[in-house]
């Protein structure tokens, strides 16, 4: 749902109970040595493109994103975060549908206050460390431009 590329203000709708989950890629290589470091370096790539891909769709930068999925674990996150983040768009009940792009552009407009986002970040970590490691949040880690979304 979200790796889709580029997209436009306000089409990322969630419904309340929704739950994101963002992960490593998974592939499986057998054969030569010379073909595993080919499948290898393949990987390497496609990582490094979602990250920037998310990157590219929300307020956080490419390092968060290779920080957070490349623990190799599943990382899920609840509606909200996923807004906090800006993977998202906003959370509409299920009886309504569509006509959100302008709460889009808002949206965007002005990244969440740091110390919400600190605490969703926080949260992520302790689910995805076994020991927790600090990874602080910098201002310079917030995309401050839209990054070419429209």
């Given at each position: 749902?979200?790796?889709?590329?580029?997209?436009?203000?306000?089409?990322?709708?969630?419904?309340?109970?929704?739950?994101?989950?963002?992960?490593?890629?998974?592939?499986?290589?057998?054969?030569?040595?010379?073909?595993?470091?080919?499948?290898?370096?393949?990987?390497?790539?496609?990582?490094?493109?979602?990250?920037?891909?998310?990157?590219?769709?929300?307020?956080?930068?490419?390092?968060?994103?290779?920080?957070?999925?490349?623990?190799?674990?599943d990382v899920w996150m609840s509606a909200e975060e996923?807004?906090?983040?800006g993977l998202a768009d906003q959370i509409i009940p299920?009886?309504?549908?569509?006509?959100?792009?302008?709460?889009?552009?808002?949206?965007?407009?002005?990244?969440?206050?740091?110390?919400?986002?600190k605490k969703v970040i926080e949260s992520l970590n302790?689910?995805?460390?076994?020991?927790?490691?600090?990874?602080?949040?910098?201002?310079?880690?917030?995309?401050?431009?839209?990054?070419?979304?429209?």
């Amino acid at each position: 749902m979200l790796k889709r590329g580029r997209r436009k203000q306000g089409n990322y709708h969630l419904y309340p109970n929704t739950q994101i989950m963002l992960h490593e890629h998974y592939s499986v290589a057998d054969g030569k040595h010379s073909n595993i470091k080919i499948d290898a370096l393949f990987g390497d790539k496609l990582h490094e493109k979602m990250c920037k891909m998310y990157a590219e769709n929300s307020f956080m930068d490419e390092k968060f994103y290779k920080h957070l999925i490349g623990q190799g674990r599943d990382v899920w996150m609840s509606a909200e975060e996923a807004i906090v983040l800006g993977l998202a768009d906003q959370i509409i009940p299920q009886s309504k549908r569509g006509g959100f792009r302008k709460i889009r552009g808002e949206h965007l407009k002005s990244p969440p206050p740091e110390a919400k986002l600190k605490k969703v970040i926080e949260s992520l970590n302790k689910r995805l460390l076994r020991e927790p490691q600090p990874f602080e949040i910098k201002v310079n880690m917030l995309n401050r431009s839209t990054n070419g979304i429209k």
